[in-house]
């Protein structure tokens, strides 16, 4: 199967924008979802497909994909954005299996 | 408003089998638009994909549990189920359920609903 890419950790200083990365060969055919997890949370969907957010979502969070990376943008960081980020696609190579990247730790400061 | 919750032992003996159940309530599971998902995630490490299932479909499994794992459906009681047998201590996670949706065509898919998670853990 074929496996997401993030970056361990990235940090913001509050107010300012920033993008967090996600890149896998599966990438090329699907779009990604993004996913917000707080400490002991389950995780809730921000994003998905081109750039979608499910309602109750602030408009602060937007996705986007170029060739093999999709990307998490968040124009204006609050506090409360803090949190580990995941990406997610389906398997390139298996219908309807799906992987996940490592996960991004988000440290608004 | 769907929600999911998990059920099931919260300690499994090493070499058992862990078994979890999730009941679906604000929607119906007969809908094949939708798949039923267990995702895991060990303290501290990324989210893991076991496995889905659709209402009228056979399930679909990670490879690397493929061989230990079942997951089953009851439509009639809103639920589904998971069965991963031969336990051992690196089993011990969060266990999720979500509700997942898929299109090729589209060339999406999420997971739009989640369970609160179980921690299971496999210690004698």
């Not at chain 2, 490490?45 to 549990?65: C, D, M, Q, T």
Request: glycine share 10%; with cysteine.
């Amino acid at each position: 199967s074929s496996e997401l890419t993030q970056d361990p950790a990235v940090s913001v200083a509050l107010g300012q924008t920033v993008r967090i990365t996600c890149q896998g060969d599966s990438l090329r055919n699907f779009y990604a979802s993004w996913y917000q997890q707080k400490p002991g949370q389950a995780p809730i969907l921000v994003i998905y497909g081109k750039n979608t957010r499910p309602s109750g979502i602030p408009d602060r969070f937007s996705g986007s994909s170029s060739g093999n990376t999709a990307s998490l943008t968040i124009t204006g960081a609050q506090a409360e954005d803090e949190a580990d980020y995941y990406c997610h696609s389906r398997d390139r190579s298996a219908t309807h299996r799906v992987v996940f990247g490592g996960g991004t730790k988000l440290t608004v400061l | 408003q769907v929600q999911l919750q998990e059920s099931g032992p919260g300690l499994v003996k090493p070499s058992q089998t862990l078994s979890l159940t999730c009941t679906v309530s604000g929607g119906s599971m007969t809908s094949g638009t939708y798949s039923w998902t267990w995702i895991r995630q060990p303290a501290g490490k990324r989210l893991e994909w076991i496995g889905h299932i659709f209402s009228s479909e056979s399930p679909n499994y990670n490879a690397s549990l493929e061989s230990r794992v079942t997951i089953s459906v009851d439509t009639s009681k809103n639920q589904f189920s998971l069965r991963l047998r031969s336990v051992t201590a690196a089993d011990t996670a969060v266990y999720y359920c979500a509700r997942g949706y898929s299109s090729g065509q589209l060339r999406l898919s999420f997971f739009d609903y989640w369970g609160q998670g179980a921690l299971v853990t496999v210690s004698s």
